[in-house]
């Protein structure tokens, strides 16, 4: 990443930071920042993010490693992440009307991870996202062995968990991933 392009990104998430101060209660943007100084890996993964329509920002710290956590923030899935089958296995199984890619793969290939239930049940916590859209989760891999993913989103007031085929996709389900850093 080039230096200028790096010091937009950085610009761009210490703004956000800034903005939304409940989403990282005790933690401070210089030491975040100094953890992403020169991580390349990092930055590389948060462009990712951020080009893809997901508006990463920090979460939390992860209390065993003491790594922050980034996530998508985007009040809907990322807009850049829709229209995706669950994984590889289910893209290579569509011999029709095959979508551009998968979720997991995706995701891999940015340098993230999907949200798991209970991380996309903590993101809940800090607002209100997927209220018009769904976002894929990481699947326990009984389910997935069944055929099965689920998936993730806040109606009435209430996250739901729901389960859909592995080779399903629609135009308002994505994905939200998570960085530690």
Known sequence: MKAQDQARLLQLLQARFDSHLPRHVGIAWADVLARLDGNAAALAALQAMESTGGEPDVVGMDAASGR??????????PAGRRSLCYDGAALDARKENKPQGSAVQTAQAMGIALLTEPQYRALQQLGAFDAKTSSWIATPPEVRALGGALFCDRRYGQVFTYHNGVQSYYAARGFRGMLQV
Do not use: G, K
Not at 68 to 77: I, N, R
């Open 68 to 77: 922050y956590l980034f996530c998508d923030c985007a009040a809907e899935s």
